[in-house]
Structures are given as structure tokens and as C-alpha cells.
């Protein structure tokens, strides 16, 4: 199984960009990355999911280096509701029948005014 | 659009004791995933229902059980509770099995006495 680590916490500022980064070094042929933000008392909320390469959305970009050991979440001019935690995770989403989904230990977000 | 909801919000068991938690999955998804997450932790994989057959299991014991019901609603049980079972119970519904983009609920908050 993929296992995934990431730092503890980063510390930024509002209209900076962050860029917190994943590392999973077993990733399986199959496997996705996604990425989920939660706050305090709730369910995760979905970000962004990829598989190589570079991913954007509205709200995010993923980027995927060639040999998919990593990936990095990158928010463009953070705010301060963008305090967080953010978690990365890897699992298959193309054989319905493996389904071990890990979440890593997240990354907690703190934005400064 | 309903979004996916959980109940009962709160919950107060004994050691030994039985437990069922419920969740409706958003409309139109076919597929279940549970989660516990203790405080300060990232979210531990359960197991997954894909159209109302169990279709993978993290590491926890038979004493978690669940069931996936045709409307694609779900109930996890928890056998002979134990004090680490107390933790937020997260379920989230995807429209196909595997990591797929999932949403979460608000979870139940479960303490074991």
C-alpha cells in the first residue's frame, strides 16, 4: 500500500501562494492523487484529484513530477478562510475491486493576516 | 441536490456495548465509504460498499460491520465497543468505487465510556 507523508504544519500569509507538498514513494499503477481540505468539526471537502502531470481547477493546482512519487498542492493567494487542514491521498480509482484507501496525517494550514 | 448526512450527530455508549451509525449518500452515488478519525488524526479507512456489495476493508476488526441498502444509504455497526473506538465517524459517498472524488458528511461523534 501507497503510504503517504507530509509535513505537519506550514505557516503563511494572506495573497501568498502555498505549495505543500506529498510524498508517496509505492505508489501503484492505478493510483490517483486527491486532495481534501478540512476544517474544525467537519467532513473533508474535495480539492482536487490527478494522476500525473499537472491538474487546475478553480480553486488549486496539482502538480505530478514524471515518476509520481509526489505531488504538490499549490493554493494561489491564500486567504485567511483557507486555515486548514489539508490531506493527501492515494488510492485506485480504476479497479473497483482495490479500494484500500490511506488518507496521509494532513498538513495544518495557519494564515496570517 | 441533497448533500450526504449522518446520524445521529452525537453519541454517548458504555464499554461493550453495540452501536449503529447511518448515513444517506448524496442522490445519484452508488458508493459508501466509512472512515474513523480520532482527534488530531488524519482519517482511517473502514471500508467501502460499492453498490451494495463490500468492496474493500482497511485495518479493523470484524466487530465493524456494515451494510450498503439499495437506495444506496449505509450503516456502520460496531460491535463490543472499546474506549479507542470513541472518535468522529466519517462517511462519504462517490459516484464509483475506489478513490473516486468523494464527499463527505458531518460525521457522528462517538464516546466510549
Known amino acids: 500500500l501507497a503510504k503517504t507523508t507530509q509535513p505537519i504544519s506550514m505557516d503563511s500569509y494572506e495573497g501568498q501562494e502555498v505549495n505543500i507538498t506529498c510524498s508517496h514513494n509505492n505508489i501503484a499503477t492505478n493510483d490517483y492523487i486527491t486532495w481534501y481540505q478540512q476544517f474544525p468539526s467537519q467532513g473533508p471537502r474535495f480539492i482536487i484529484q490527478?494522476?500525473?502531470t499537472k491538474v487546475t481547477n478553480e480553486v488549486a493546482s496539482l502538480f505530478i513530477p514524471a515518476d509520481r512519487k509526489s505531488s504538490t498542492l499549490s493554493l494561489p493567494r491564500v486567504s485567511l478562510s483557507d486555515t486548514a487542514v489539508y490531506y493527501c491521498?492515494?488510492?485506485?480509482?480504476?479497479?473497483?475491486?482495490?479500494?484500500?484507501?490511506?488518507f496521509g496525517s494532513g498538513t495544518r494550514l495557519s494564515i496570517r493576516p | 441536490e441533497t448533500g450526504v448526512t449522518q446520524s445521529p450527530t452525537h453519541l454517548i455508549k458504555t464499554r461493550g456495548q453495540q452501536v449503529t451509525l447511518r448515513c444517506s449518500s448524496q442522490?445519484?452515488?452508488?458508493?459508501v465509504s466509512w472512515y474513523q478519525q480520532a482527534l488530531g488524526q488524519g482519517p482511517q479507512f473502514i471500508f467501502q460498499y460499492y453498490r451494495e456489495e463490500e468492496n474493500g476493508r482497511g485495518n479493523f476488526p470484524p466487530r465493524f460491520s456494515g451494510l450498503q441498502f439499495p437506495n444506496y444509504s449505509s450503516e456502520l455497526n460496531v460491535n463490543a465497543l472499546e474506549l479507542d473506538d470513541s472518535a468522529l465517524y466519517l462517511c462519504a459517498s462517490s459516484l464509483g468505487a475506489g478513490a473516486s472524488e468523494q464527499y463527505f458528511g458531518p460525521g457522528t461523534r462517538l464516546t466510549v465510556t
Open positions: 491521498l492515494v488510492g485506485d480509482v480504476i479497479d473497483s475491486s482495490a479500494s484500500k484507501i490511506i
Open positions: 442522490s445519484g452515488h452508488n458508493t
Open positions: 490527478g494522476y500525473k
